[in-house]
């Protein structure tokens, strides 16, 4: 058995937030595509440089 972690964004890079429809769409496609999936709700802080 293996285990993968796929991270969602909550916000697009303008800052808007990425609408639950949208993530409940992947969600679905997850499933159909693996035939199951479980998530957790917690928020993943963090900050990063990229390119300098």
């Not at 900050?47 to 300098?52: A, S, T």
């Amino acid at each position: 058995m293996r285990r993968y972690e796929i991270l969602l964004p909550l916000r697009f890079n303008d800052g808007a937030p990425v609408p639950d429809d949208l993530v409940g769409e992947v969600i679905v496609a997850l499933r159909d595509r693996f035939g199951a999936v479980s998530f957790e709700t917690q928020t993943i802080r963090g900050v990063w440089q990229h390119e300098g």
